[in-house]
């Protein structure tokens, strides 16, 4: 059979699978639909965790990152895995016993105020909309890239298969369509990195091979790349060429991000008890792990296969007439260009002015079967893993985003007497239109989407991330101390980020603040709405009695009833 | 349960939560980071070992580190009486 059958069939059995489940998982009241009832077990949970936070970005173009970053590369590897330890130990079980439905839900409770509520609602709806724009591009591209249509037509695909789980179903359909999800993609993302580990060290284990010798003699994996690439001008793979100080920022900034997005939080209310939060969030890592320590080392073999395919084993360049398939099949979809600028007929890959190739980096993930001369059947796998992933992501933030539409602005703040049925009704309409706008920015992409996933970590990682942490932490911090910290943080981070990416985007490290990139301002966002908090809280009144009696009550697992309304 | 008791759970929950944040500041922030370059001098199999901590091993160590306090935090709700069920 050919790659395209496989592919057709690949991806139609994977969405059948979804909507089979969307149709038996039917939300039917407001709990269903917001924390799909509160009974999802701790290892469900994990798993539609990892399917929720692992999106289109880490499956496809993480290790092509990596692969081009080096070592650098490890900002992306531990950010986004550390946060999960912060996550487990410092927020879930604590916001699982307080048992309500959203962030700005506790925000406002917390600090007993609608405006606090209404920051949070802002930012958790922006964070998400930012997020989602991605998601859907990702689905349009997998689409016209492996099925051959049009990369729109792709993207309302996608939105079809979202709106129809994610609408019908609420978090209780998005659960357990994730669940499958996570199941569909790391089986994807494992079979070509264990093939090509095999072919490539001998190892079965990519985890392994990445640190193991090459077949055939040539030593370490990784002592030939750092040959390879020092001999084409590239610095060496593993040595970090980024200031060690934006290292650190940037690692944290993505690290307290990950535990402050609003659709990784919400996951651990739908778990039954205290103790089930703390141990779906190890479960949750156990699960992204797998996917996040194979990244690297697809990035290493990738990039070596590449070099020993373009440049020849003998360093010579490779006759373009006698390329393999792949390359001149990448070339239709502009992901990899060929200029033949000294007429020798053969291609080279470098970093200086001997350089003919242009290579975009998703390209190392995409191609990497068809690289390594994988079977038909596992080129399409890929695909199907890369929708997954596109598409569990996005259904978690649409979920975010109704919920904060019809829970926390409906129900909460314009219209508190509405019955559970209206309020079902308006979060299904939130929902749709969440989807529909979604569908919209993937099809007409502002041209700064990328830049604008800066914001959603360092937005999160500035306003939620102390207002949940001294909510629970610090029993002396009050309403006038988390406003104000929140305004702070997000006034200073945005600003910062719009300054030096649209404002001022040539300006290179020597003008940033102490060397540190808008990617890792975050951390010091954050910082500066610790201090702000802090101090605000204690210079004013303390939070009354019921609120102090409040953080008590959580701090103590007994008692974690079903999250509820009242 | 008497406020001093509920105090003393808290202060063995903070005293566990900071030796484990401890442990997952030294090897991601510590290892992967700042004593990185010093770390690269020692090689483990292919790896050199401020790389490997920064690529894999710090990984490894938050999942340990998440189940590690799952245990410890059971035994302490048992131990205060606060468990569910």
């Known amino acids: 059979m050919s790659v395209l059958t496989w592919t057709y069939l690949l991806v139609g059995a994977s969405f059948a699978l979804y909507i089979g489940i969307a149709i038996w998982s039917r939300a039917s009241h407001t709990r269903d639909f917001y924390v799909a009832g509160g009974g999802v077990s701790p290892l469900a949970n994990g798993m539609a965790t990892a399917a929720d936070w692992m999106s289109a970005a880490s499956f496809i173009s993480m290790a092509g990152l990596i692969s081009f970053m080096g070592r650098d590369g490890a900002v992306y590897l531990m950010g986004w895995t550390g946060g999960y330890v912060l996550l487990a130990l410092l927020l879930a079980p604590y916001l699982r016993k307080f048992g309500k439905f959203t962030i700005p839900d506790f925000i406002g409770d917390r600090y007993y105020s609608d405006t606090a509520r209404l920051v949070a609602l802002v930012c958790a709806v922006f964070v998400s909309f930012t997020y989602v724009a991605g998601q859907m591009r990702g689905v349009g591209i997998v689409f016209s890239r492996f099925l051959e249509v049009d990369i729109n037509l792709g993207v309302v695909i996608g939105m079809a298969i979202v709106f129809f789980y994610a609408v019908l179903g609420g978090m209780k359909g998005i659960t357990y369509t994730q669940v499958a999800q996570y199941c569909v993609l790391i089986f994807a993302y494992m079979v070509p990195a264990i093939f090509i580990s095999i072919l490539l060290t001998g190892h079965t284990l990519p985890q392994l091979g990445f640190g193991g010798s090459l077949e055939g003699g040539g030593g370490f994996l990784l002592d030939k790349l750092d040959g390879l690439s020092t001999e084409l001008g590239f610095a060496p793979y593993t040595n970090g060429q980024k200031p060690m100080i934006d290292v650190f920022c940037i690692t944290a900034a993505l690290m307290i991000g990950t535990a402050g997005l609003p659709h990784v939080i919400v996951r651990f209310f739908t778990v039954p008890k205290v103790r089930d939060a703390r141990k779906s969030a190890g479960w949750a890592l156990l699960f992204i792990a797998i996917l996040y320590t194979t990244a690297p080392a697809v990035a290493a073999f990738a990039r070596y296969n590449m070099i020993e395919t373009i440049n020849g084993s003998d360093g010579a360049g490779a006759l373009y007439s006698e390329a393999p398939s792949w390359i001149k099949n990448w070339e239709k979809t502009k992901l990899i260009k060929w200029e033949d600028k000294n007429g020798d007929g053969r291609m080279f890959y470098a970093k200086d002015d001997r350089n003919e190739m242009t290579i975009d980096r998703d390209i190392m993930v995409l191609a990497n079967p068809e690289i390594a001369k994988l079977p038909a059947w596992v080129i399409a796998l890929v695909a199907a893993g890369g929708l997954a992933a596109a598409l569990s992501t996005a259904a978690g933030l649409l979920l975010v985003i109704s919920s904060s539409i019809a829970h926390d602005l409906m129900k909460k703040m314009v219209m508190p007497n509405i019955t559970e049925k209206q309020e079902l009704l308006y979060a299904r309409l939130a929902a749709g239109i969440a989807v529909v706008i979604a569908g919209l920015l993937g099809i007409y992409p502002p041209a700064f989407v990328a830049q604008v996933v800066a914001f959603a970590f360092g937005l999160a990682a500035a306003s939620f991330f102390p207002a949940i942490f001294l909510g629970i932490f610090d029993k002396r911090a009050n309403m006038q101390g988390a406003i104000t910290g929140m305004v702070v943080g997000i006034v200073f981070t945005a600003s910062y980020i719009i300054y030096f990416k649209f404002v001022n985007p040539t300006a290179g490290a020597d003008e940033w603040l102490f060397k540190i990139s808008p990617e890792g301002i975050g951390f010091v966002g954050m910082l500066l709405n610790f201090a702000v908090t802090y101090t605000v809280s204690h210079l004013t009144a303390p939070p009354p009695e019921h609120i102090q009696h409040l953080v008590e009550d959580i701090r103590v697992p007994r008692g974690a009833g079903a999250a509820t309304h009242h | ?85």
Do not use: P
């Not at chain 2, 808290?10 to 484990?20: D, T």
């Not at chain 2, 894999?56 to 799952?70: H, W």
């Open chain 2, 1 to 85: 349960m008497s406020r001093e008791r509920r105090q003393a759970y808290w202060v063995r929950n903070l005293g566990i939560v900071a030796k484990l944040l401890a442990i997952w500041f030294v090897v991601s922030y510590g290892f992967g980071i700042l004593l990185a370059d010093w770390l690269d001098n020692f090689k483990v199999f292919g790896f050199k070992l401020g790389f490997w901590f920064a690529q894999q091993g710090s990984i490894y160590v938050f999942v340990a580190l998440i189940f590690v306090y799952v245990r410890i935090m059971n035994k302490l709700d048992k131990e205060f009486d606060v468990h569910e069920d």
